[in-house]
């Protein structure tokens, strides 16, 4: 069965270093997002990405976040400069539609900034 | 923006007994209802969606109820195994926001033996 995959499962920065979180969405799907859970917390989303552009970002998703996709099968997010409270549970998920499609997720990348 | 609620946070059954979840949103333009299922170290998995235009939607063991005029809609999982053990998430979503889903605090199901 096609699956997210999502790489690295663990990562440890110090705070104000890059991070790049790693997604290969499901092969024929054209919609990617990107969600993230704090430990305790609500999944919340962050962005959506359609046809090489953003459609949707939430009030999360500052000038310090960043998505790409740089080639026909990965989707990445990018962190600029960690700050402590960037640690979470980032997932990301594809979509094959919109209009309330159903989304798929991976397993998640646990962002740990020190 | 929505507001998604849900309730309990934690809820234990016996086996066979049934389980569920409820769950009420804010925003009267979300029309679209799906619950996941995250397991340990797994992401959250879709096992049941419903839209606005429906009141109820079932698959084998489990349910979803959905009224648009209280805002609210519930899980159902009836038979409950020891597999059924997870967290389950509901979610809203609508156009205006892009379809970005909204999701509830999750509810921890422990269904014992």
């Known amino acids: 069965e096609p699956e997210v995959t999502q790489t690295p499962s663990h990562q440890v920065t110090q705070m104000g270093q890059e991070v790049i979180l790693r997604c290969v969405p499901i092969s024929n799907h054209l919609y990617f997002y990107w969600y993230r859970q704090i430990l305790g917390q609500k999944v919340e989303f962050l962005v959506s990405f359609y046809n090489n552009e953003i459609s949707e970002k939430s009030e999360i998703f500052d000038d310090q976040f960043s998505v790409e996709r740089p080639d026909g099968s990965n989707f990445t997010l990018k962190i600029r400069s960690t700050k402590l409270e960037d640690s979470a549970m980032y997932f990301c998920a594809s979509s094959a539609d919109t209009g309330g499609g159903k989304l798929f997720f991976g397993s998640g990348t646990q962002l740990s900034v020190l | 923006g929505e507001n998604v609620e849900q309730h309990p946070s934690t809820l234990s059954v016996q086996e066979g007994d049934s389980a569920v979840i409820k769950c009420t949103y804010s925003d009267s333009a979300s029309n679209y209802f799906p619950w996941y299922k995250q397991e340990l170290g797994k992401g959250p998995q879709l096992i049941i969606d419903i839209r606005s235009n429906v009141g109820e939607k079932k698959d084998q063991r489990i349910a979803v109820t959905l009224n648009k005029t209280a805002k609210h809609f519930s899980l159902h999982i009836t038979e409950t195994q020891p597999e059924d053990s997870a967290v389950y998430f509901c979610?809203?979503?609508?156009?205006?926001?892009?379809?970005?889903?909204?999701f509830g605090k999750g509810t921890s199901l422990l269904v014992t033996p």
């Open positions: 979610a809203a979503s609508n156009r205006n926001s892009g379809y970005a889903l909204n």
